[in-house]
């Protein structure tokens, strides 16, 4: 039997929320180290710790560094047991689709590859700059390869592919 001060899982609000797939709101950590963050367990209407970890640079971790409030009291709850982090800045709320709309700059069609490809060198490099993932790079550098590109562009891809697998922050790059 339940207390008269118990919350009760699962309002009409909540249900409807949690079906459609649109928190509320979202909360998220801003720091590199992990958060741990109280919040109302939906499904048992009890306080539980979550540990929020990952980058919050980065829209792949966005599971493991947020938290989903699906009504009006579970918001309250988050807000008066997590004050410290508000205060702090290592909590801040979150709008889902500011990292949903950016597109990643890894994604990219082979027709947009080919198309900086035919570009003034420059905008190619611009374009290689902004990857952060070695994969579209090797994609670009077989594209090239098909179309027989310069040795100074094929020089310049294979060094902006080393510098993102290994880290080296100063390739040897022909000048322009």
Known sequence: MSGGGRVTPFSPQQFAAMQDGKPLKRYRKTILGKVCVVVL?????KPEEI???GNP???SDL???TVDIWDVQQ???FIRFNKNHFNSGTVEEFSVEVV???PSPNVISDDKIREALNKPFLALKALLNKFTEVAPVYRTLAIAEELEKSEKILNYIRGRSAELEF???TPDTPGD
Do not use: R, Y
């Open 167 to 169: 880290g080296d922050v």
């Open 75 to 77: 918001d309250q709850f």
């Open 57 to 59: 640079n980065k829209a």
């Open 51 to 53: 540990i929020l970890e």
């Open 100 to 102: 949903l709309e950016q």
């Open 41 to 45: 367990n939906p499904f048992s209407g």
């Open 63 to 65: 599971d493991t560094l």
